[in-house]
């Protein structure tokens, strides 16, 4: 896997209307913004980078699939690591379990290539 960088950009808009904005889309302030009956300005971002595990957090929270940003290469990793510790726990007795590890890390090794 790749040292891809990742980064999470928080932007600050206040807006400022006569009445509360309730159920609204970025889209929506935009216009309203624009073209409606409300004011807004941009007040800054704030930009942290992120490895690949913060990230794929941070997409779960948004409901994301981490997968779309991360790619197939994180998601054959994700399931190795997690077949490695139930055969950790299963003492090492799963052919299964050891096979599959074993076709992931291969998958793993050719798409580093």
């Known amino acids: 896997m790749t040292d891809k960088k990742y980064y999470r950009t928080v932007i600050h808009f206040e807006v400022l209307s006569d009445e509360p904005l309730v159920n609204v889309t970025l ?4 216009h309203h913004v624009d073209e409606g009956h409300m004011s807004g300005a941009f007040l800054g971002t704030f930009e942290q980078e ?3 595990d913060q990230m794929a957090s941070l ?4 409901q994301s ?6 790619g197939d290469e ?9 077949l490695l510790i139930a055969l950790d726990v299963l003492g090492g007795r ?3 379990l050891a096979a599959r590890i074993d076709e992931l890390t ?3 090794a050719e798409e580093e290539l």
């Open 94 to 96: 799963s052919i299964e």
């Open 50 to 52: 992120v490895d690949a």
């Open 106 to 108: 291969a998958q793993i």
């Open 59 to 62: 997409l779960e929270m948004q």
């Open 74 to 82: 994180w998601a054959t990793k994700k399931e190795r690591d997690a």
């Open 27 to 30: 889209a929506d302030i935009e």
């Open 65 to 70: 699939d981490p997968c779309f940003l991360l």
